[in-house]
């Protein structure tokens, strides 16, 4: 008995022995295994691979921010409550027009109004005379005339051009199709004749 029970006390006493170096063994394995992966980690990364910085936030999104937070702030109202602040902003800005459109009114009341230009004087009984090419010369004693003018849009500043035709009164038929001419205002010779041709300026080649 005494033989049996000696073996069994040194397994005890042996068996403990070994755990409790392994954990001593162990641990400094596991302290150093971070420290070596963080090292690898870093040997891996590119030199330029650096954490980016936030992006910066635009206008809109930090009023947005400052507004939400401004809101987690406020204190829970109830509808009624809101409504009232509403219409108390509105009231405000609509009082705020008000005072600025009664100064633009005195503005404008202050400044001198502008006189409209004066039209162009013609002395009583002067006609009129335009130059224009001759586009048709087959009735007799009779030419169209085709008057082409170019303006500067107002509104646009385009150059816009455009043309009128009149018959002019020709007595010895001098001028044919293709001459400038220049004609000048008379009285109604016909149901559509009002003008008479002065002087051939240019013959046409």
């Known amino acids: 008995m005494a033989d049996e029970e000696t073996p069994e006390t040194t397994e005890e006493t042996e068996t403990p022995a070994p755990e ?3 954990p001593e063994a162990e641990a400094p394995a596991a302290e150093q295994t971070p420290a070596a992966a963080d090292v690898e980690d870093e ?9 980016p910085p936030a992006p910066a ?3 809109a999104q930090q009023r947005a921010a400052t507004r939400h937070a401004e809101a987690s702030k406020r204190t829970q109202r109830t509808p009624e409550e809101r409504q ?3 219409e108390e902003r509105r009231t405000k800005l609509a009082a705020q ?4 459109r009664a100064k633009e009114k005195a503005k404008r009341a202050e ?5 409209p230009p004066e039209p162009v004087a013609r002395a009583a009984g002067s006609q009129k005379v335009r130059l224009g090419r001759v586009v048709s010369d087959k009735a007799d004693k009779t030419i169209t005339v085709r008057i082409d003018t170019a303006r500067r849009h107002r509104r646009y500043e385009k150059i816009v051009r455009s043309s009128s ?4 009164h020709d007595e010895n038929n001098d001028a044919h199709e293709g001459d400038l001419v220049r004609v000048i205002e008379a009285r109604p010779l016909s149901r559509t004749k009002r003008w ?5 300026l240019e013959r046409a080649r």
């Open 20 to 22: 409790a170096a392994e």
């Open 43 to 51: 040997a891996d990364r590119p030199a330029g691979d650096v954490n």
């Open 57 to 59: 936030l635009t206008r």
């Open 84 to 86: 009232a602040e509403r």
């Open 97 to 100: 027009r008000r005072r600025r």
């Open 111 to 115: 400044r001198p109004a502008a006189t």
């Open 165 to 168: 035709t009149l018959h002019a």
């Open 196 to 200: 008479r041709l002065v002087e051939v």
